[in-house]
């Protein structure tokens, strides 16, 4: 399209107004560009996200849950081929290849630009382009930034409004001049072809061709071919953690993968945690989790991502910048997460679960009982017997964060919360023990950039070969992973003696006869109260060679049934295998080449020389 052709001034504009002068235009180029019918402006209000609800059963793409059952709720089915985040086609566009780091996909920035133009030329034919204004993080907040998502699925409008603070009010801050980032979205289906013939539209519309990409100097995001989840809601992982981990290291704070409780203790002290853990590794019913030891209460901030700054009192504050939960509904169940399972009964999108014959929802460990009739989440029927899963086992449900009754009363405080404790985890079945305090806070950087959990049969590669996944950054961090180990070096001493405690956790660690040797879940609580007798100095611990441990008389063990060996066998630490381990951990550190920081090698050598010790 030519800058003369009609549509680039003619495409109605409709909802709230535009008065910002580059967001105008901007949303004019990509209107040229993309070629819609119409570019709605969304307000953001409960009339809106009802309209479009009924406009998404009518084409098809929700299903209407029963109202007495699951009121306000629906059912989203997607195309088979689009479930999940696609790594592969999610690149990290910056200028030079090394600022990408060894761990992203890099694309050269103008010849993608390029090919992007292409891609997204006519994409939006025959439909509606919404114009999506969102904060991440309360609205006018000192943590809080906002962005403007450009995308032709109502779907993703709907999952907006749900996980971000979206409409009016955000677009309040782009008029007073805030910052924004623009971040451009389409399924890739045009219903109207280069050639002018039409087609019908779909229930799931997408395309094979799939890009996400991360422009990181000039704050852009522009996602093709994907309705999914962190595909297509540029907020959650494109925004909040892939262009804000840069802004973070730009500007002297922290965009991490991490879920943040407020946990009170017997005494009503107030403590805040952060913690990272890779996928399946259960940091959803650690959000939850419902403590099993008197007098203890666990609060909700967020359940996926925090965005941290020091506060006027050097002390790091952290925020949850979404507003809902987009959760893994497979595995979560009233015995697992009945905070979870409360949060769901109302006004929720559900995606690719299985739709019972009452019209209620179902997935893979909601229930023990396992109902006898379903249709699964592509539509076919389904009987226990199938011999597959009924729900996808990425389906979801996307429901706002304040329906869960855990949620803390301070979730929305502008200025954040004072994080007092960092945890990483990952899934070890071997080494690693329940849980171990870091020496410092360079030692804790360490233990966060050789998170790794090892891979099962079901994952690539030979079972017991471990899956780095530092931080739980790896699919989200902007920019070269060494340099974002040395962000993290300079906040910790930044903030010095104010700096968050960091611990090492992992509730998977198996015994010689391959079961689970601790039951995790709200037990899991034990573990923390350790950790903030720690922080308290209530309490000793036993230095050993990868960090300081709990001494057994201080681990609250009441009530639980844990033999001596097992407890043995849970916080052992074995020199040759650990030694094996730290070989590996060098060859993985080797690819990062000048760009390691030096507090990374040292802290090898450190444990090494602990090993022999
Ligand atoms: C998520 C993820 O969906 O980390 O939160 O993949
Ligand atoms: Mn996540």
Same mark, same amino acid.
């Given at each position: ?41 969304? #307000? ?24 007495? %059952?699951?009121?306000? &709720? ?6 088979? *081929? ?13 200028? %030079?290849?090394? !600022?990408?780091? $060894? ?46 998502? +450009? ?74 071919? *994907? ?17 804000? @981990? ?32 890779? &996928? ?10 419902? $403590?099993?030891? $008197? ?20 002390? +790091? ?29 109302? !006004? ?11 019209? !209620? ?6 229930? #023990? ?15 226990? #017997? ?33 994080? #007092? ?30 998170? @790794? ?15 780095? !996944? ?27 003696? %104010? ?10 660690? %198996? ?13 899991? *609580? ?23 441990? $709990? ?25 040759? @295998? ?15 080449? &000048? ?11 450190? +444990? ?6």
């Amino acid at each position: 399209m030519t800058a003369t052709d009609p549509r680039t001034t003619t495409i109605p504009m409709t909802g709230h107004r535009i008065t910002d002068p580059d967001l105008f235009s901007w949303i004019q180029e990509i209107g040229a560009l993309t070629q819609p019918d119409q570019i709605y402006v969304c #307000d953001g209000s409960q009339e809106e996200y009802e309209r479009f609800a009924a406009e998404l059963v009518e084409a098809g793409t929700f299903i209407k849950l029963n109202e007495t %059952k699951r009121p306000g &709720s629906y059912l989203a089915r997607s195309e088979p *081929s689009d479930v999940a985040r696609v790594e592969s086609r999610t690149f990290i566009a910056s200028e %030079k290849e090394i !600022d990408a780091g $060894p761990t992203n996909n890099w694309a050269e920035p103008t010849a993608l630009r390029e090919e992007l133009r292409g891609v997204f030329a006519g994409a939006m034919r025959g439909r509606t382009m919404y114009v999506v204004p969102f904060s991440m993080g309360p609205v006018g907040g000192p943590i809080s930034r906002v962005g403007v998502e +450009l995308t032709d699925s109502p779907y993703v409008v709907a999952s907006m409004r749900i996980m971000t603070r979206m409409g009016a009010a955000a677009l309040e801050q782009i008029d007073r001049g805030a910052d924004w980032v623009p971040a451009v979205h389409s399924v890739g289906y045009p219903l109207v072809q280069a050639d002018g013939a039409s087609r019908p539209d779909v229930a799931w519309p997408c395309s094979d061709t799939k890009y996400i990409v991360q422009f990181p100097e000039t704050r852009e995001i522009w996602s093709y071919g *994907s309705g999914y989840g962190g595909n297509a809601l540029l907020g959650k992982k494109c925004y909040a953690l892939r262009i804000a @981990s840069v802004l973070g290291r730009d500007e002297g704070w922290m965009a991490e993968h991490m879920l943040v409780l407020k946990i009170t203790g017997p005494d009503e002290r107030v403590y805040h945690l952060a913690a990272a853990f890779p &996928s399946a590794c259960g940091k959803t019913n650690l959000a939850m989790l419902r $403590p099993t030891i $008197p007098g203890w209460k666990v609060e909700t901030i967020g359940d996926d991502i925090a965005w941290m700054r020091p506060g006027d009192d050097g002390r +790091l504050y952290a925020i949850n910048p979404e507003a809902g939960f987009f959760g893994v509904a497979p595995g979560t169940g009233e015995t697992t997460n009945p905070t979870a399972i409360a949060a769901l009964d109302r !006004d929720v999108i559900f995606t690719n679960v299985a739709l019972t014959d009452d019209g !209620d929802v179902w997935w893979e460990g909601l229930t #023990d009982e396992v109902p006898a009739h379903l249709t699964d989440w592509q539509g076919n029927d389904w009987t226990p #017997d199938a011999g597959r899963p009924a729900a996808h086992p990425n389906s979801r449900f996307t429901v706002r964060a304040d329906q869960a009754p855990s949620i803390a009363p301070e979730w929305e405080d502008l200025g954040g919360v004072p994080i #007092d404790v960092i945890l990483f985890g990952g899934r070890r079945a071997t080494n690693v023990p329940l849980v171990a305090e870091s020496y410092d806070w360079e030692h804790g950087v360490f233990i966060g950039a050789t998170v @790794s959990s090892e891979q099962t049969a079901a994952a690539e590669g030979a079972v017991g070969a471990l899956r780095r !996944d530092p931080f739980a950054m790896l699919p989200f961090c902007g920019y070269n992973m060494a340099d974002y180990w040395g962000h993290w070096l300079e906040m910790g001493e930044k903030l010095g003696d %104010k700096a968050p405690r960091i611990f090492q956790v992992n509730w998977f660690r %198996k015994g010689s006869d391959g079961t689970y040797l601790w039951p995790g879940f709200g037990e899991n *609580s034990r573990v923390l109260e350790w950790a903030l007798r720690r922080v308290n100095g209530e309490v000793g611990a036993v230095d050993a060679a990868t960090g300081r441990l $709990p001494r057994t008389e201080d681990l609250n063990l009441e009530g639980l049934e844990v033999t001596e060996s097992e407890l043995a066998e849970l916080f052992a630490i074995d020199p040759a @295998s650990w030694s094996a381990e730290a070989d590996l951990t060098e060859e993985y550190f080797g690819q990062f080449g &000048s760009r390691l920081p030096d507090a990374m090698t040292d802290q090898l050598a450190q +444990l090494r020389e602990r090993l022999a010790n």
